[in-house]
């Protein structure tokens, strides 16, 4: 867990470093401000991001609250699981997506909240459904909630900032600054900003699904409804994943490279059931995986851990549950 506070940590110091320079870059073509000026904006728009993140996900993901009469099952599972990692009950809604996910956000553990979209109700059974919550639970427990909506928020911002400017590029203020290079800079921004979103996804995932084994979910459990999130994303159109492309940090699995993992996890199921069970784990857990050169520069790319490499760890999780 202290490894995981002061990773996240880290990242946070780079990304108010990025925030400071667009500033002190949009500053300086203005012809306006001193160190303490930047310094003050830049920890403004951090705070600002802080305070309107949850926002930015209810509105780019279209979700409705709900209440316990809406769904009682959910709200127990959750509450259940709440209970076990000794965290106040999160808030509850659904995104009426067919793309099978979960995510959670909020500002803190007592801001947090739990999203299921209609996909994964209709995918997952009940065991399997705990198990993703559970993973969901995990993350606020972890408290790397708040930090990785922060983050997901800076890419979004200096997106719609690159485009801004370049719209106006062929313009020149009184200064002389160059709003096409101020685009610019933002999209370089955005993609320094994106890179650093993917690394802290892939760095809590790991210890969100250790973390779901720990709230009492077998671990089969967990390898199955991976398994059948990316036969589930893989099966639906493109179009739809690209409209939560900006989001997808938060969710159990990046739906975007569902294609690909559907060829590296074919072999996983045996009998063919649908399913991961503890016997196909254990036989994972027996073998040495290697990734190719484009395999590996996907991970990095990626906001998520290889999906074969996150069962086979799972594996090593339902030995030392069976010991």
């Known amino acids: 867990m202290f490894l995981l506070h002061l990773k996240m940590l880290s990242l946070v110091g780079v990304l108010f470093a990025i925030v400071y320079a667009v500033v002190v870059m949009v500053g300086t073509s203005m012809g306006m ?10 920890l403004g728009m951090m705070f600002i991001q802080y305070l309107i993140g949850p926002k930015v996900v209810e509105w780019q993901m279209r979700l409705r609250y709900i209440t316990r009469g809406d769904s009682p099952q959910l709200f127990a ?11 106040p009950a999160p808030r509850i809604c659904i995104a009426d997506l067919e793309l099978p996910n979960a995510f959670a956000f909020g500002r803190s553990v007592r801001d947090g909240r739990v999203c299921v979209t209609a996909g994964l109700l209709r995918l997952l059974n009940e065991e399997e459904l705990k198990a993703v919550l559970g993973h969901e639970i995990s993350h606020l427990k972890n408290r790397d909630v708040a930090i990785i909506t922060l983050l997901s928020c800076i890419p979004i911002v200096l997106y719609h900032l690159g485009w801004s400017f370049m719209y106006s590029g062929n313009r020149r203020d009184s200064r002389g600054g160059n709003a ?10 955005y993609w320094l900003t994106g890179l650093l979103v993917r690394y802290a996804s892939r760095i809590r995932e790991y210890f969100a699904d250790r973390g779901a084994i720990i709230l009492g979910n077998q671990p089969s459990s967990l390898a199955s ?44 199921d045996k009998d063919r059931s649908g399913t991961i069970d503890m016997a196909e784990l254990q036989l994972l857990r027996q073998k040495k995986i290697r990734l190719g050169a484009a395999e590996k520069l996907m ?14 760890q799972l594996a090593t999780y339902q030995s030392r549950t069976h010991a």
């Open 299 to 312: 991970e990095l790319l990626s906001t998520h851990p290889n999906v074969l490499k996150r069962i086979k």
């Open 180 to 189: 096409a290079l101020l685009g610019l800079a933002a999209f370089l921004f």
């Open 225 to 268: 409804a991976l398994y059948k999130l990316v036969y589930g994303c893989a099966r639906l159109d493109q179009d739809e994943i690209k409209a939560t492309e900006g989001l997808k940090a938060f969710f159990v699995n990046d739906p975007s490279r569902a294609l690909t993992e559907i060829r590296e996890l074919r072999e996983l």
């Open 33 to 42: 401000g001193s160190f303490y000026f930047y310094l003050i904006i830049a």
């Open 77 to 87: 599972i959750v509450e259940g699981l709440a209970r076990k990692a000794g965290i």
